[in-house]
Nanobody, 117 residues
Framework: VQLQASGGGLAQPGGALTLSCTVS????????IGWFRQTPGKEREVVSC????????YYSDSVKGRFTISRDLANNTVYLQMNNLKPEDTADYYC???????????WGQGTLVTVSS
């Protein structure tokens, strides 16, 4: 089981980035995928997630209306489109897979997003 996060980088306030989480070793249909972020000294927080069926999504209040989570089942990839970025979005972003039936969670490595002028 692997989750490979990518797409982080430097963006200006008001700019956009798209993060990708490519998975292998399991089916996206069986796992909810979440994007989390963490800054030094703070706990990791959930940003957005999508259920295994793709029928339901969640966004934290801080990103609602600016971020969009989506899936490409053919390429085993989950995306996080981030628009209208703010300096407070600066963080390491992680993707995670969770199976609610086996209560199994996997993490990918982080990808750093820096929002600065």
């Amino acid at each position: 089981v692997q989750l490979q996060a990518s797409g982080g980088g430097l963006a200006q306030p008001g700019g956009a980035l798209t993060l990708s989480c490519t998975v292998s070793g399991f089916s996206l249909n069986r796992y909810a995928i979440g994007w989390f972020r963490q800054t030094p000294g703070k706990e990791r927080e959930v940003v957005s997630c999508v259920t295994g069926t793709g029928a339901s999504t969640y966004y934290s209040d801080s990103v609602k209306g600016r971020f969009t989570i989506s899936r490409d089942l053919a390429n085993n990839t989950v995306y996080l489109q981030m628009n209208n970025l703010k300096p407070e979005d600066t963080a390491d972003y992680y993707c995670s897979a969770f199976n609610p039936f086996t209560v199994t969670r996997y993490w990918g490595q982080g990808t750093l997003v820096t929002v600065s002028s």
